[in-house]
């Protein structure tokens, strides 16, 4: 079985929107060799901005460092949040998020399971006092797949304690449902990484700020890497 990509530059989507707000997304990850996967750096800047109280959208270059296999810029991501109510309106606060993933000419012959996808889905958010928990279902859609599923489930989730905004810390995971040509596996097959998370948010004035969150990731398969260093910044102006 072809093992499929895992993005270490993961980040968690939230289904919160602010109208006018424009940022400056870096994200980067690095991947530890695991049982049956092998070792992979993702890194990606975006530009993005939130056209509307309801609807946020980014364009991202995305580059990958793979174990045996030539580095470079990897694909185009054009990425879509669309928040669905208002926060507090109801019991859980609610958005979809909308990908669209266009791997560069070049890779398409050596990766020929890097074809175009689309990923879509719920973001649901809780907060219950300083707790807040995320918990995200996303679809993924592969055209023209070779060897791999054509259709993949992950999941995103967090729960942190909002201590201060410059400091929070809690704990995130990752995972995905399936390997290789299977969009179901028995979970050793399954990709789940778990581990704790550091992020906050600094006022910058003029109305301007810079969040952050790191993450230690472990994996708890043998198809995943043993451990994933991530980082997102965002400078929002």
Do not use: C
């Not at 364009?59 to 990897?74: L, N």
């Not at 995972?175 to 906050?200: A, K, M, N």
């Amino acid at each position: 079985n072809q093992a499929l990509a895992i993005d270490s530059s993961e980040y968690l989507f939230v289904p919160t929107v602010t109208q006018g707000e424009r940022e400056i997304d870096l994200h980067m990850g690095a991947g530890s060799s695991g049982a049956l996967t092998g070792a992979e750096d993702n890194a990606g800047v975006g530009f993005g901005m939130g056209v509307t109280s309801h609807w946020f959208t980014e364009m991202a270059v995305q580059y990958r460092k793979k174990q045996d296999v030539a580095s470079g810029f990897d694909a185009l991501e054009w990425e879509n949040t669309f928040q669905i109510g208002e926060p507090g309106e109801w019991p859980v606060d609610l958005g979809m998020v909308f990908n669209v993933e266009r791997p560069f000419e070049r890779y398409r012959t050596s990766l020929k399971k890097d074809a175009p996808s689309a990923r879509f889905g719920p973001l649901l958010q809780k907060n219950v006092g300083k707790f807040q928990t995320n918990l995200n279902i996303i679809l993924e859609h592969h055209f023209r797949s070779i060897g791999v599923p054509s259709f993949q489930v992950h999941y995103q989730s967090q729960v942190k304690y909002r201590y201060s905004q410059p400091l929070e810390f809690g704990i995130q995971a990752f995972g995905r449902l399936g390997s290789g040509p299977q969009t179901f596996s028995g979970y050793p097959d399954e990709v789940h990484r778990v581990g704790p998370v550091i992020l906050g948010r600094f006022a910058i004035p003029g109305e301007r700020s810079l969040s952050y969150n790191a993450a230690m990731l472990f994996g708890t398969t043998q198809r995943s890497p043993d451990r994933t260093l991530r980082l997102q910044l965002e400078y929002e102006f």
